[in-house]
């Protein structure tokens, strides 16, 4: 069993950046695909970003396409996500899972919030 630990969200002002850090334990960590998610209040979690056990591919959301990237370390069990030119839609909770998402791996997420 996999455990993903989430960090790096905050208060930030429109048009700042930020970088999640999605942690993971375990050692079957580098053959997963792993995806990035966010929930905003009142609204259905969503897809933001994805990228391959290998990190060679990865895809995006519309919405964040062109301000965000995603990477990983396998090294250190970990995989990022690069924010930048943050808006105030971006608002949310951002997880981390497996890709696709599997039920068990959901962790506390990270609070981001982009004030205007």
């Known amino acids: 069993q996999v455990t993903l630990v989430e960090s790096g969200g905050g208060l930030v002002q429109s048009g700042g950046s930020l970088r999640l850090s999605c942690a993971a334990s375990?050692?079957?960590?580098?053959?997963?695909?792993v995806g990035w998610f966010r929930q905003a209040p009142g609204k259905e979690r969503e897809f933001v970003a994805a990228?391959?056990?290998?990190?060679?591919?990865?895809s995006y959301a519309d919405p964040v396409k062109g301000r965000s990237t995603i990477s990983r370390d396998n090294a250190k069990n970990t995989v990022y996500l690069q924010m930048n030119s943050l808006k105030p839609e971006d608002t949310a909770v951002y997880y981390c899972?497996?890709?696709?998402?599997?039920?068990?791996?959901w962790g506390q997420g990270t609070q981001v919030t982009v004030s205007s």
């Open positions: 899972n497996r890709f696709p998402p599997a039920r068990d791996y």
């Open positions: 375990g050692r079957t960590f580098s053959r997963y695909f």
């Open positions: 990228i391959t056990s290998t990190g060679v591919l990865k």
